[in-house]
């Protein structure tokens, strides 16, 4: 299997006043294409800094962080604006939907972004919701649906450009137990059938247990890396 991403050294802290406080220590690890890994850990371990690192959202302080063996540091910002754009699709525990337009809209926007032509760009989009179940659901607005279909909104946008792979923070957090099972159901069903890289941010250790790999995050640190001991 290949290496798609790969994250050397890297180091994180955030300033408040004059005081430091480290959120990423010293985190080195890799990821094979179409490997559905899991973060876990509990609350301020680092998770979502993490995260943000590797969807190119923030920079580290020091380390590396390749994407299909490009060093993204070293990529100017367009460069890297247009490999977010293109590489990575990312998934917020809030869903960070636009509000005020449609659900089509709101997946169909990544592309439109890209200069796609809107016919194709909305036909694109249309399938992607078919994807998710969302057929009858494409012309309401985000409050005009429950969280679970909100949550397979961002996923559709999420996923819209083809992205190789795809980052979730806490894509269940928002969501009962039941809803936020089907998610996870639906995220694998893609990592399988797309061979999409999946890294998903999670508290919830049945969630994590669903995984190839279930990175253990402690402190700042990785405290092990285990091999799930079941994958459904
Ligand atoms: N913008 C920020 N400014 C200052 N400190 C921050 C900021 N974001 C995170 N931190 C700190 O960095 C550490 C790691 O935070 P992070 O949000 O990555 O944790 P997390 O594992 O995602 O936690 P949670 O499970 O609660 O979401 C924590 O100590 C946190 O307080
Ligand atoms: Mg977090």
Redesign the pocket.
């Known amino acids: 299997m290949e290496t798609v991403l790969k994250i050397q050294s890297i180091k994180?802290?955030?300033?408040?006043g004059k005081i430091l406080?480290?959120?990423?220590r010293d985190i080195t690890f890799e990821v094979s294409e179409g490997e559905f890994l899991t973060i876990f850990?509990?609350?301020?371990?680092?998770?979502?800094?993490?995260?943000?690192l590797i969807g190119c959202l923030d920079r580290p302080d020091a380390g590396e962080i390749l994407i299909e063996g490009v060093n993204v540091l070293r990529l100017s910002d367009d460069r890297l604006a247009e490999l977010r754009l293109n590489k990575i699709g990312f998934v917020f525990?809030f869903f960070n939907l636009l509000p005020k337009i449609s659900a089509l809209r709101n997946v169909e926007l990544p592309l439109a972004i890209t200069g796609m032509p809107e016919k194709e760009s909305i036909e694109r989009a249309k399938e992607m919701l078919a994807l998710m179940g969302l057929e009858t659901r494409m012309h309401h607005r985000p409050s005009e649906i429950s969280g679970g279909e909100q949550q397979r909104v961002a996923m559709a946008r999420a996923l819209i450009n083809n992205p190789k792979i795809v980052l979730a923070?806490?894509p269940t957090g928002n969501l009962d137990t039941k809803t936020g099972w089907e998610i996870v159901q639906l995220m694998k069903k893609l990592n399988r059938e797309k061979k999409q890289t999946f890294i998903v941010?999670t508290?919830d250790p049945h969630i994590a247990e669903t995984a190839d790999r279930i990175v253990y995050?402690k402190d700042?640190l990785i405290e092990t890396i285990k091999e799930a001991t079941r994958s459904n």
């Open positions: 994180k802290a955030y300033r408040i406080v480290p959120a990423l850990g509990p609350s301020g371990s680092g998770k979502s800094t993490l995260l943000h525990q923070d806490e941010v508290h995050l700042g």
